[in-house]
């Protein structure tokens, strides 16, 4: 369809509001055909007693941008003078007729409106319905009177017979001027569903009681249930009663299904269209446009909701949601929020990936995730809950039909920045990243930077530690986007990392932060072809300074423990632990003084003997060696009660693991002494202080409770 008409200012007419439409121009569902004929039925009717025609349909249909349009066409009509009446500036009963002829005067007296072929005929009549307001206002003062309809008829009937004689020879007065009107009145009365019901039953007397004048047509628009409602209390028939005043009704017609989603999209076009959004999800916004926002929408006025708060939300959240999911959140939040809300209230049910084997099931958990999945349909039209299920909350599918995903899609679904896994689907709901997690961006950036060294180092750079977690372990699920020439590269880039994060667990079950730059290596290794693999591990060897970063990088690619199978031959292997623990007996101290897991490194790579007496590697005495060893031999054992939040602390150290390196206990006493000598009273870190109580402990011979 052709681009959303414009205003004068510029801006597309679905971004101004909720106004309606002015002028053909701003047609979105081509109504300007249906406005021509309604303009041709209230020229060419008969209007010698009057006649009401009536304009109808629901709340945001569009009857106010019919009326505007065919009261476009009736202006510019030499034969037609249109008066607007708004039913809102009344202030009570008594008031409204008063008002209604005021209104009539004037708009008939106004030179900037009068039809010339109209001039003389509407002045005249302007004169006379200004007198009549006159001799209609003093109705109101009459002692006891009923509203201002009663009081008129009662007046007519006789009760004061000068008024009586005034008003009715008025009225045949403007009733034989309008009758020699060549051409008629349009009245356009709007919004009167909008209005209290006691103002809809006094607006419609006004209409019975004037509708009759010659060529005054009245142009009504409501939504006919309200209105019938209206009119129906006090033991009347409402639609019998509207029958008896309108002569002509006229349904607004729904918006064509085409039509209405062309208008969507066009409007979703322009609202998107300065703002860069994330690329996953193409392949799943049709089926989410078609099948759950689309359906959501009836009328244009809902559109325009719509859209008044989509470029805000994607601009708040665009980066973080992909666009599929956040469109369709959006459309569900505005056209249906009581399902809105119970999303927010069921993250965990709609995002909770449950193990398919029998006994990982939680049933109890499953039933009530069910109900719960389940309430969330029932609050949208049938077809849209199961869409929304189908494409957008995966991991639910398993209540409705028994399909089940793993761990690997939640992988995929945070990569994708679907609301499929719980950190996306909060974030929405909240605009805030929990604790410790990285802005998509600097995932994006991460991941454009993989096949350049220089840049992946740089991107990494970047990142703050409290967030190279959350990085790492989103990075996985990129791994098979980096080019295969560009694997020991990457690989030797995430092995310096290791440094950038703390010896210390950061919670009760941590086994270690490491894994985190050591699960990427693995997958990277694992995509190199066998016959490239020692070249590709020869290469990553070289390129990494790190003992710890080389011991562990072999462990990954040879031979695991209870497996036969390995990345790289045995011989290279061999050649490669045997460099390692050579390099290791002779690195000077400025060089190990600040390795990472520097115990384990020697342990597991060079040959220790407890009852050698001689330290393992040469540097080992060194003050600041020893104290390296003493920190990397800390550990925390923590343990809490069951039902309890307390956590107990416990400090320990590797203590066989000291021996064996300094070649039996008596030189590592003499070496922990020596630190202590070297040390002083200077200021030391918080660990090894905590390494060094915990020697002294132990060199009394106190151990754990659980040795």
């Known amino acids: 369809m052709p681009a959303p008409s414009r205003t004068p200012d510029g801006r597309s007419v679905l971004f101004v509001g909720d106004d309606p439409i002015l002028d053909a121009e701003a047609d979105l569902l081509n109504r300007s055909r249906l406005a021509v004929a309604i303009a041709d039925e209230v020229q060419a009717m008969n209007a010698e007693r009057g006649a009401v025609i009536a304009i109808t349909g629901k709340w945001g249909t569009g009857k106010t941008s019919l009326l505007n349009l065919t009261a476009n066409i009736l202006r510019d009509q030499e034969a037609v003078q249109v008066i607007d009446f708004n039913p809102w500036f009344f202030s009570g009963t008594d008031h409204l007729i008063q008002f209604f002829f005021d209104e009539m005067s004037r708009q008939l007296s106004s030179t900037r409106n009068r039809k010339q072929r109209l001039k003389d005929a509407t002045a005249s009549i302007a004169d006379k319905f200004n007198k009549y307001s006159a001799s209609l206002s003093p109705l109101k003062f009459i002692p006891g009177a009923t509203p201002f309809i009663d009081a008129a008829q009662k007046t007519s009937e006789g009760i004061s017979q000068a008024l009586t004689t005034s008003v009715h020879e008025q009225r045949i007065e403007i009733s034989d001027a309008l009758s020699q ?24 007397r006004l209409v019975r009681l004037n509708g009759s004048f010659p060529n005054v047509v009245y142009l009504l628009c409501f939504d006919r249930k309200v209105v019938e409602n209206a009119l129906g209390e006090e033991g009347l028939d409402g639609a019998a009663y509207l029958e008896k005043i309108v002569k002509t009704s006229v349904e607004v017609p729904s918006a064509a299904d085409e039509a209405l989603a062309s208008v969507l999209r066009a409007g979703m076009l322009e609202a998107l269209a300065e703002i860069t959004a994330p690329g996953p999800g193409e392949d799943r916004f049709a089926d989410v446009f078609w099948q759950v926002v689309r359906p959501l929408f009836s009328t244009v006025r809902d559109v325009k909701r719509f859209l008044s708060s989509l470029t805000l939300t994607v601009r708040s959240a665009g980066d973080e949601v992909a666009l599929p999911d956040l469109i369709a959140l959006e459309a569900i939040r505005v056209m249906r929020p009581a399902a809105h809300d119970l999303i ?19 049933q109890a958990a499953l039933a009530a995730d ?70 998509s961006s600097q995932i994006d950036a991460i991941v454009r930077a993989a096949e350049d060294e220089q840049a992946l180092v740089s991107a990494l750079s970047e990142v703050p530690d409290d967030h190279l977690e959350d990085v790492l372990d989103r990075f996985l699920a990129h791994i098979d986007e980096i080019d295969s020439s560009a694997i020991p590269a990457t690989v030797a880039t995430l092995l ?36 490239d693999a020692d070249l590709v591990a020869r290469r990553v060897y070289e390129k990494t300074e790190s003992p710890y970063a080389r011991l562990r ?4 690619v040879g031979k695991q423990e209870g497996s036969e199978t390995q990345v790289i031959s045995s011989e290279l292997e061999e050649t490669l632990r045997t460099d390692l623990s050579e390099y290791l007996k002779s690195a000077p101290a400025d060089r190990l003084s600040s390795e990472r ?43 809490n009660t069951l039902g309890s939040v307390v956590v107990d602390a416990e400090d320990r150290l590797a203590w066989d693991a000291l021996i064996s390196v ?33 020697f002294d402990q132990y060199s009394t011979g106190w151990r754990p409770r659980d040795f």
């Open 181 to 204: 009107l060549n051409g008629r009145i349009v009245v356009l009365i709007d919004d009167i569903d909008r209005l209290t019901r006691q103002e809809i039953r006094d607006l419609f």
């Open 553 to 556: 990088f072999l462990s990954l």
């Open 344 to 362: 927010a209230q069921n993250v965990g049910a709609l995002t909770t990936v449950h193990g398919w084997q029998t006994e990982n099931r939680n």
């Open 496 to 531: 310096t990392l290791f440094p950038r994060f703390s010896e210390e667990p950061s919670r009760m079950f941590d086994f270690g932060r490491d894994y985190t730059v050591l699960r990427p290596v693995r997958k990277l290794m694992q995509r190199v072809a066998s016959d």
């Open 370 to 439: 069910a109900e719960k999945v389940g309430a969330i349909m029932e609050a949208l039209p049938t077809d849209v809950g199961r869409a929304l299920i189908t494409y957008v909350f995966p991991a639910a599918i398993l209540h409705t039909e028994n399909v089940w995903h793993g761990n690997d899609s939640l992988q995929a679904w945070r990569r994708d920045r679907r609301v499929a896994h719980s950190t996306v689907l909060k974030y929405y709901l909240h605009r805030e990243l929990p604790s410790g997690t990285a802005p």
């Open 662 to 694: 300094f070649g039996g206990a008596s030189q590592l006493f003499r070496a922990v002494e020596q630190l202590k000598e070297h040390v002083g009273g200077q200021e030391v870190n918080e660990r090894l202080q905590r390494a060094v109580v915990a």
């Open 597 to 639: 897991e520097l115990l384990r490194t020697v342990v597991q790579a060079v040959n220790c003997d407890a009852e050698s007496g001689e330290p393992a590697f040469a540097s080992a005495t060194a003050p600041t060696v020893t104290a390296r060893l003493l920190e990397s031999a800390l550990s925390t054992s923590r343990r």
